[in-house]
């Protein structure tokens, strides 16, 4: 069964950064390798969302509410995805998830991002 584990999250002022992980276990590194990933974020009352995505070959795609704010990462040697987040805003403030692109996992518990104003 897979596993996704999100951590990095945290209070910050608006301006600041922050970098969550995403680990998954519950599968081979071969499948992993080639899965398209993605980090979803879900606002406080809203809907989950799609933040970025990055293919098994490093191609990446961005929201553009985030476009040059963050970047998606991955390191397939060790089954982890990365979101550096720059310059965040009281807007992003959210539960972050990572999952494939189409969602084809069980969600994990998520990491609480928090941007004060």
């Known amino acids: 069964q897979v596993q996704l584990v999100e951590s990095g999250g945290g209070l910050v002022p608006a301006g600041e950064s922050l970098k969550l992980s995403c680990g998954v276990s519950?599968?081979?590194?071969?499948?992993?390798?080639?899965?398209?990933m993605a980090w979803f974020r879900q606002p406080p009352g809203k809907q989950r969302e799609l933040v970025a995505a990055i293919t098994g070959g490093g191609g990446t795609n961005y929201h553009d509410f985030v476009k040059g704010r963050f970047t998606i990462s991955r390191d397939n040697t060790r089954d982890r995805m990365y979101l550096q987040m720059n310059s965040l805003k009281p807007e992003d403030t959210a539960v972050y998830y990572c999952?494939?692109?189409?969602?084809?996992?069980?969600w994990g518990q998520g990491t609480q991002v928090s941007v004060s104003s």
């Open positions: 519950g599968i081979s590194g071969s499948i992993f390798k080639k899965a398209n």
């Open positions: 999952n494939t692109q189409n969602s084809a996992w069980a």
